[in-house]
């Protein structure tokens, strides 16, 4: 099986690249399953029903999210009708919405994902994420339940990120990070058979801070006095995750590399899919 999974899309350049390109690389790529992370689209901050469904109507089989997932206040309205949107599963019980999904791919093989929240560094701080992601692999085991298994662990600090791909070693298909909105260069294929990468980068103008116009943090962080809001960057967008192929008879991943296309950074797309 063929998946790819997006970093966060942060705002109108990020998401309408994505919007853009995603038709051709799922035809080109001969892509089964489609992940993206969607939790910056609006403005840098949430994402809106109208961009969660155009998103899925690019080709995107699911869309993921991480702290930002109720800045758009009608997120906790959608999310609960919305089985393809994804917020993480160790929020408290009764939050809307739902951390988990099984899905059929393009291929008919069955796919589980799940949004997990790291604790260190962020704000809010939820629920154990490596007990959530025990709880969520028990439920769905792979090779059992699910066919592919694959844990967007949105998450700040790299050791907890590492120690998530670890974890969970030999039982998921992929663990990717996402939140920090630079792509790491360290995709690897861990011991048990994990595909992992610690940031898949974002989906955005990286003539910027994280996708914000530069102005305003810079000016944060030199004067310490706030002069205004943080805005999403409008220039040209650069689309950055990662490719897997999953082996049909164990779910483990066989190989793994990034994907970067646009004007800002070196483009690569995964050898074995060209």
């Not at 690249?17 to 892509?31: F, N």
């Not at 662990?153 to 909105?181: I, N, P, Q, W, Y």
């Not at 058979?193 to 974002?202: C, E, F, I, V, W």
Request: with cysteine; aromatic share 8%.
């Amino acid at each position: 099986m063929r998946l790819l999974f997006l970093g966060d899309m942060v705002g109108r350049t990020g998401r309408t690249a994505v919007w853009e390109r995603l038709p051709g690389l799922i035809s080109d790529l001969r892509l089964d399953f489609v992940i993206v992370n969607g939790e910056n689209a609006a403005g840098g901050f949430g994402i809106t029903e109208d961009i969660y469904l155009q998103t899925l109507e690019a080709g995107a089989d699911v869309v993921t999210t991480g702290n930002h997932v109720w800045d758009q206040r009608e997120a906790l309205e959608f999310a609960s009708r919305s089985d393809r949107f994804i917020r993480p599963a160790n929020f408290p019980i009764g939050t809307p919405g739902r951390g988990t999904g099984l899905y059929e791919a393009k291929n008919g093989a069955r796919v589980f994902v799940t949004n997990i929240m790291g604790r260190v560094f962020m704000h809010p701080e939820l629920d154990d994420p490596f007990q959530a992601a025990e709880r969520e692999l028990e439920a769905c085991p792979l090779g059992e339940v699910a066919d592919a298994v694959v844990i967007d662990f949105h998450a700040e600090a790299t050791s907890e990120k590492m120690c998530m791909g670890h974890f969970v070693d030999g039982r998921a298909s992929l663990v990717v990070g996402t939140h920090t909105h630079q792509p790491t260069a360290d995709h690897q294929i861990l011991d048990g058979g994990t595909g992992y990468l610690t940031d898949a980068g974002m989906c955005g103008d990286y003539n910027s801070s994280l996708g914000m116009d530069k102005e305003e943090p810079l000016n944060r962080f030199l004067s310490k006095v706030p002069k205004g809001r943080f805005e999403a960057a409008g220039g040209p967008a650069t689309i950055c995750g990662v490719g897997v192929d999953i082996s049909d008879r164990t779910g483990l991943c066989e190989k793994i590399a990034p994907l970067r296309l646009g004007p800002r950074l070196e483009e690569t797309v995964p050898a074995f899919w060209l």
